[in-house]
């Protein structure tokens, strides 16, 4: 597989377990789960704080996976080491 394809998976696989990630934060502060960690229960701000965090991070691997940029596996880009030296 090119690099490329694994990158693509890499982004899809993430951007689904920041999604679900959040979709857990949003039921705890829908029902009120409990949730405890040895003997230590953690706050339920802590899911205010996770939801929009683990969110933003779905968003922002769905707007890589989906938008037309320039990255350094493209044969386009070449961080100016192609360039012929003067």
């Given amino acids: 597989?090119?690099?490329?394809?694994?990158?693509?998976?890499?982004l899809v696989i993430s951007g689904a377990v920041f999604f679900l990630v959040a979709v857990f934060h949003l039921l705890r502060l829908l029902y009120d789960w409990p949730v405890v960690v040895g003997t230590w229960t953690v706050p339920l701000w802590l899911s205010y704080v996770g939801l929009p965090v683990s969110f933003a991070y779905c968003v922002w691997a769905a707007w890589l996976l989906f938008t037309d940029r320039k990255t350094p596996i493209d044969s386009s880009f070449s961080g100016g080491r192609d360039r012929a030296r003067f």
Avoid at 4 to 10: G, I
């Fill in 1 to 10: 597989m090119s690099r490329a394809t694994w990158q693509c998976l890499y």
